[in-house]
T-cell receptor
Framework: GEEVAQTPKHLVRGEGQKAKLYCAPIKGHSYVFWYQQVLKNEFKFLISFQNENVFDETGMPKERFSAKCLPNSPCSLEIQATKLEDSAVYFC?????????????FGPGTRLTVL | GIQVEQSPPDLILQEGANSTLRCNFSDSVNNLQWFHQNPWGQLINLFYIPSGTKQNGRLSATTVATERYSLLYISSSQTTDSGVYFCAVGNTGTASKLTFGTGTRLQVTL
């Protein structure tokens, strides 16, 4: 599609439950990024993919968080055993491949509330 | 890692006024983007500007890469310009992760 699509828009989970978020990048874009926005003004990079391969996972918490991008499927970000501190808006972004095509385009986000 | 500072943190303008938002960064970059996050939380791409000057309607931006800063100009502000403006930079090559500043919260009043 022409825009990055994210589902669901809102997700509410009890502490300890699993949460799974989905992202469909812009058609033709090779890179997918996940960011977490906490407290409105603080963005944290989580992980990026080049097609199905992990490209940069330096921001990914080692426990409880996992992500995949499989062929012909939306990318996913999964949080096992959610904690209150996981409450945030999770943004997905995509970009084209190649030097000079670094602009990232963001989806509308998924708001996760952990109770 | 790279540090990104934005100023001012908050700005209140009357409709029709002009403003300049600043973004300083601590290292050379190969990606710099300005975003507007509207009151509904949507992140809107304003400019992709790792260097040079661009204009889009009432908005323009300049990045002086050698001096490690970027400026976003808003002219004749409107109430719909309200929201938070973020600068984000990448400095690790192709498909670099973005490091965001803490934003400038703009409120435009009638």
């Amino acid at each position: 599609g022409e825009e990055v699509a994210q589902t669901p828009k809102h997700l509410v989970r009890g502490e300890g439950q699993k949460a799974k978020l989905y992202c469909a990048p812009i058609k033709g874009h090779s890179y997918v990024f996940w960011y977490q926005q906490v407290l409105k003004n603080e963005f944290k990079f989580l992980i990026s993919f080049q097609n199905e391969n992990v490209f940069d996972e330096t921001g990914m918490p080692k426990e409880r968080f996992s992500a995949k991008c499989l062929p012909n499927s939306p990318c996913s970000l999964e949080i096992q055993a959610t904690k209150l501190e996981d409450s945030a808006v999770y943004f997905c972004a995509s970009s084209q491949s190649g030097a000079g095509y670094n602009e990232q385009f963001f989806g509308p986000g998924t708001r996760l509330t952990v109770l | 890692g790279i540090q990104v500072e934005q100023s001012p943190p908050d700005l209140i303008l009357q409709e029709g006024a002009n403003s300049t938002l600043r973004c300083n960064f601590s290292d050379s970059v190969n990606n710099l983007q300005w975003f507007h996050q509207n009151p509904w939380g949507q992140l809107i791409n304003l400019f992709y500007i790792p260097s040079g000057t661009k204009q889009n309607g009432r908005l323009s931006a300049t990045t002086v890469a050698t001096e490690r800063y970027s400026l976003l100009y808003i002219s004749s502000s409107q109430t719909t310009d309200s929201g938070v403006y973020f600068c984000a930079v990448g400095n690790t090559g192709t498909a670099s992760k973005l490091t965001f500043g803490t934003g400038t919260r703009l409120q435009v009043t009638l």
